[in-house]
Structure formats: C-alpha cells, structure tokens
C-alpha cells in the first residue's frame, strides 16, 4: 500500500476565548460593584448639589439682610440741615467701609430739589453710577437691589432706597454696596472642601463596599474551586462548611454527583453484561466458521471477528459517553506510554522503537483503557507498516483550554505512507487499503471515534521519517 503526505485532520474543538470585556461585563462581582459604585457616585453628587445648592441660598440670604441691615442703618445715621445740606457721621460697624476699594461701599446722594451735598464712605474714592429708573425701577416701598461692577472690577450687590429726610419733602438717595465677589469666592471655598470631602468619603464608601461584596462571594469562588476539584477527579464531592444560601445549590450539586456516579456505575453494569452475553456466540461463530473452512469459513469467521471488534467498540464508546462531563477519571501518561513501547518492541524487534516523553509529567483526562485502546492501535498500525524505524513523542501544547492544558501524542514510522487522496478511506471503519496486509481496517477509526468522545482530534500527516505521523490531541488534568 502507498501511503502519502497529508490526510485531512479530523475537525478540532475550538476552545472558546474570552474577551476581557466580555468577560468583566458577565462577572457577577464585576456587576454587584460596579452597581453599587454608580449609585454610591450618584448619591453622592445629589447631595453635594443639594448641600452647595442650600448653602448658596443661605448665604445669599443672609448677604442680603446684611446689606438691608446696613441700608436702614445708613438711613438712620443722615439726616439734613436747616439750609438743606445732607449731614451726619454714619458708623455702619465693619471696618470694610473704611477701607479703599474694599468692594463695601455707601454713599448718600439728593434725590429731590432743595437737597445738597453728597456723603460716601471712605472706601468709596470715587462715583459708582447707578442705572436708570426706568431700567431697575423702585417697588413699593421706594427700594431696589440691582448688580454692578466695583471701582476695581469687583462684583457688587447694590440696595438702594430713597427716603423722605423732613416735613419738606426733602428726598435723599441711600445706597449701600457689597461686595458679591467675596461671597461668591466663599462659596466656591466650601465647595471644594465639600467636594474634597464628599470624595473622600466615597472612595472609601467604594472600596469598603467593594470588599464586602468580595468577602459576600467568597463562598462562590470556594464552591468553583470544589468544583473544579471534582472535574479533574482531585475531589469526589463538595466538603466544607458554606453559608446557609450556598448550601442547597452544593447539597444539589453533590447529589448530582452521585446521581452521575451511579448513571457510570449502572452503564458499565449494562456493558458487562451485554458483553458477557455476546461471547459466547461469537465465540462458537468463529470455532464454526474456521472448523467450516474454505472461503465460506473464513468469510464467516471474518465477519465474526469484526463483529466482535465492532461490539467491544461501540460498548466502549457507550462507557465513555456515559462518564463523559461527569467525574473525570486520571491517567498518567508516560507509564503507559513506556510499556507500551516496551511490549511493541518485543513484539517486533526488527524495527527500532524510540520514545521521547516531556520532562513534566502529563495526566490524561480519561480511563487508562480508552488511552491504550488509542496507543495500541497507532502503535500496532505503526510497527505494521514502518521499514525499520518509527517513534513516539508526548508532549503539552503551549495553547490552554478549558479544564486543563491540552497535550499531543505524534506516532511516526518510515513506512510508505498514505496516499493523499486515500486519507480519509483510512478513518472509514472496515475500510482497507491494502487487502494484503492482515487487519480488520477498524484500527484508525476507533482511535478516531475514541479521540472525539474525549473532544481531542486526529490528524494524519507526512513525518520526517518519511512514512505516516498520526497526531492525537487530548485534554489533560492537573
């Protein structure tokens, strides 16, 4: 038989990677903090503008009635003299209206005819004009408030009212001026240390929070861990104490297991059985058959024969799919691997047999007979046709997947090889290729059907020894 170059590889699992976003965003603890943060943030924001908003309003008011307070002061302190002369020596009680450019200003100005001189307060070096009466009328009670801008720039509150001096109707206009730049200065000081303060108080409202919330789920990443430890067959059930919402989800969870256990238990029973029972007959088929000879016997002796392959695999195929996600069964590699070289190179000692395993030990996640099933086949298949040499390489895979660390097996001979447009004939069950060599023409697809229970893959390709590299990839555990 010619075998060439490259069959096409089995199909492979792909293991699903995870954005970092995706994942975050699918977090449990990722969402809880998150949430919590944002309202945190959100709180605090509504009461920062509700406490400036209310200290504002205060301030403003009390800003105002200190202005109105000094106004009907100023008014009380003038007063006018016989000849119609504004007079008088206010003494408004803050320091601010002696000083120049302070922004704290009053002055005392003739409203009516009759009415002279003019008063103003120290600080005040100079006119500040005051705008119309048609643009900022008087109310009722002959006063308004109005904005200006100071001798140097500085915003003003202005309350000015007009006030009859005597019984001749002499008029005078009062006005009394703060300023607003200090009050808006004092208010924007308390918000920053309110800001400074608020976030303080947040930041470590956030990570108290936060740490609750990862001391709250600790006990989920404990029931993963267990879980985890189950999978890779470490552990046989969830131990340890857990909080009162966690321990039904792991009473379930362990009760599952041994549902699972007994599903294995009740299968490999039924396999048993099954198996017992079809022995005998097969057995008498093929004593029939080779006692029958001729091309009669030894059709039916053959076809015996592949029956009972046939049945050995399939009932294989049934324990492996009814342990399979359940508990996972643990089976070191290089010590089957070793003796089944040293059988093989027994069995054949004109063909020199090499075996090359990693330096860290490797744990297939499976039964130590469904590997040998797989290494007895490549093997068998490999020293069949190899000329004089062939070799075994295990080694893990640098690409991590889910439940452990994924790990190849490479078989190689200096056979003839497969013919490429003959691969995939080779993986077909019964199919042979060259009817001159004994064999069933099973061997490569049990391997294949046993690699797929397990998730893995077979490749077969053209190997450096020039005949044919079969590569089985498999998931290990820890």
Same mark, same amino acid.
């Given at each position: 038989?010619?075998?060439?170059?490259?069959?096409?590889?089995?199909?492979?699992?792909?293991?699903?990677?995870?954005?970092?976003?995706?994942?975050?965003?699918?977090?449990?603890?990722?969402?809880?903090?998150?949430?919590?943060?944002?309202?945190?943030?959100?709180?605090?924001?509504?009461?920062?503008?509700?406490?400036?908003?209310? $200290?504002?309003?205060?301030?403003?008011?009390?800003?105002?009635?200190?202005?109105?307070?000094?106004?009907?002061?100023?008014?009380?302190?003038?007063?006018?003299?016989?000849?119609?002369?504004?007079?008088?020596?206010?003494?408004?009680?803050?320091?601010?209206?002696?000083?120049?450019?302070?922004?704290? $200003?009053?002055?005392?100005?003739?409203?009516?005819?009759?009415?002279?001189?003019?008063?103003?307060?120290?600080?005040?070096?100079?006119?500040?004009?005051?705008?119309?009466?048609?643009?900022?009328?008087?109310?009722?009670?002959?006063?308004?408030?109005?904005?200006?801008? #100071?001798?140097? #720039?500085?915003? *003003?509150?202005?309350?000015?009212?007009?006030?009859?001096?005597?019984?001749?109707?002499?008029?005078?206009?009062?006005?009394?001026?703060?300023?607003?730049?200090?009050?808006?200065?004092?208010?924007?000081?308390?918000?920053?240390?309110?800001?400074?303060?608020?976030?303080?108080?947040?930041?470590?409202?956030?990570?108290?929070?936060?740490?609750?919330?990862?001391? #709250?789920?600790?006990?989920?990443?404990?029931?993963?861990?267990?879980?985890?430890?189950?999978?890779?067959?470490?552990?046989?059930?969830?131990?340890?104490?857990?909080?009162?919402?966690?321990?039904?989800?792991?009473?379930?969870?362990?009760?599952?297991?041994?549902?699972?256990?007994?599903?294995?238990?009740?299968?490999?029973?039924?396999?048993?059985?099954?198996?017992?029972?079809?022995?005998?007959?097969?057995?008498?088929?093929?004593?029939?058959?080779?006692?029958?000879?001729?091309?009669?016997?030894?059709?039916?002796?053959?076809?015996?024969?592949?029956?009972?392959?046939?049945?050995?695999?399939?009932?294989?195929?049934?324990?492996?799919?009814?342990?399979?996600?359940?508990?996972? $069964?643990?089976?070191?590699?290089?010590?089957?691997?070793?003796?089944?070289?040293?059988?093989?190179?027994?069995?054949?000692?004109?063909?020199?047999?090499?075996?090359?395993?990693?330096?860290?030990?490797?744990?297939?996640?499976?039964?130590?007979?469904?590997?040998?099933?797989?290494?007895?086949?490549?093997?068998?298949?490999?020293?069949?046709?190899?000329?004089?040499?062939?070799?075994?390489?295990?080694?893990?895979?640098?690409?991590?997947?889910?439940?452990?660390?994924?790990?190849?097996?490479?078989?190689?001979?200096?056979?003839?090889?497969?013919?490429?447009?003959?691969?995939?004939?080779?993986?077909?069950?019964?199919?042979?290729?060259?009817?001159?060599?004994? #064999?069933?023409?099973?061997?490569?697809?049990?391997?294949?059907?046993?690699?797929?229970?397990?998730?893995?893959?077979?490749?077969?390709?053209?190997?450096? *020894?020039?005949?044919?590299?079969?590569?089985?990839?498999?998931?290990?555990?820890?």
């Amino acid at each position: 038989m010619n075998r060439r170059r490259k069959a096409e590889p089995l199909p492979t699992k792909r293991v699903k990677t995870r954005a970092p976003l995706r994942f975050w965003l699918r977090s449990l603890t990722f969402r809880v903090v998150a949430f919590s943060s944002m309202w945190a943030v959100l709180t605090l924001v509504v009461i920062f503008t509700l406490i400036t908003t209310l $200290y504002r309003q205060a301030s403003e008011r009390g800003f105002d009635s200190l202005l109105s307070a000094h106004l009907f002061n100023l008014i009380g302190s003038v007063g006018i003299s016989d000849k119609g002369v504004l007079i008088g020596a206010p003494d408004l009680g803050d320091l601010r209206f002696s000083e120049p450019f302070s922004g704290w $200003y009053w002055s005392v100005e003739p409203a009516s005819d009759g009415v002279g001189g003019h008063l103003r307060s120290s600080s005040m070096v100079q006119a500040i004009p005051s705008p119309s009466i048609s643009d900022v009328p008087f109310n009722s009670s002959f006063q308004r408030s109005y904005a200006a801008h #100071g001798l140097k #720039g500085e915003e *003003l509150q202005i309350f000015e009212s007009e006030f009859v001096l005597d019984s001749k109707n002499h008029i005078a206009r009062f006005r009394v001026m703060g300023n607003k730049s200090e009050l808006e200065e004092e208010i924007g000081s308390f918000q920053r240390r309110l800001l400074t303060y608020l976030s303080l108080f947040g930041v470590g409202m956030i990570a108290i929070n936060a740490i609750a919330i990862l001391f #709250g789920l600790q006990p989920l990443r404990r029931v993963r861990a267990a879980l985890a430890m189950v999978r890779e067959g470490t552990a046989k059930r969830l131990d340890g104490r857990f909080p009162s919402e966690i321990e039904p989800l792991a009473d379930e969870t362990n009760a599952l297991i041994e549902n699972n256990k007994r599903i294995v238990e009740r299968s490999r029973t039924q396999v048993g059985n099954l198996a017992h029972s079809l022995k005998t007959p097969l057995a008498v088929m093929l004593n029939e058959g080779r006692a029958l000879g001729g091309p009669k016997g030894e059709l039916i002796a053959g076809q015996a024969a592949s029956m009972q392959k046939q049945v050995e695999h399939y009932l294989q195929r049934a324990r492996i799919a009814a342990q399979r996600d359940s508990v996972v $069964y643990r089976t070191p590699v290089a010590p089957l691997a070793e003796r089944m070289v040293r059988v093989m190179q027994k069995l054949n000692p004109n063909v020199a047999l090499s075996l090359s395993l990693p330096p860290e030990g490797i744990i297939f996640a499976g039964e130590r007979e469904d590997l040998e099933e797989v290494l007895g086949n490549l093997l068998e298949n490999a020293m069949k046709w190899a000329n004089g040499a062939a070799r075994v390489t295990v080694r893990p895979l640098a690409t991590g997947g889910e439940g452990g660390e994924p790990f190849e097996i490479l078989i190689e001979d200096d056979g003839p090889g497969i013919p490429e447009d003959k691969a995939r004939d080779a993986l077909q069950r019964g199919k042979r290729l060259d009817e001159t060599k004994p #064999g069933t023409g099973l061997g490569l697809a049990i391997v294949a059907d046993l690699v797929n229970e397990y998730g893995g893959s077979l490749a077969l390709e053209r190997s450096d *020894l020039g005949g044919l590299k079969a590569i089985v990839r498999l998931r290990s555990v820890r």
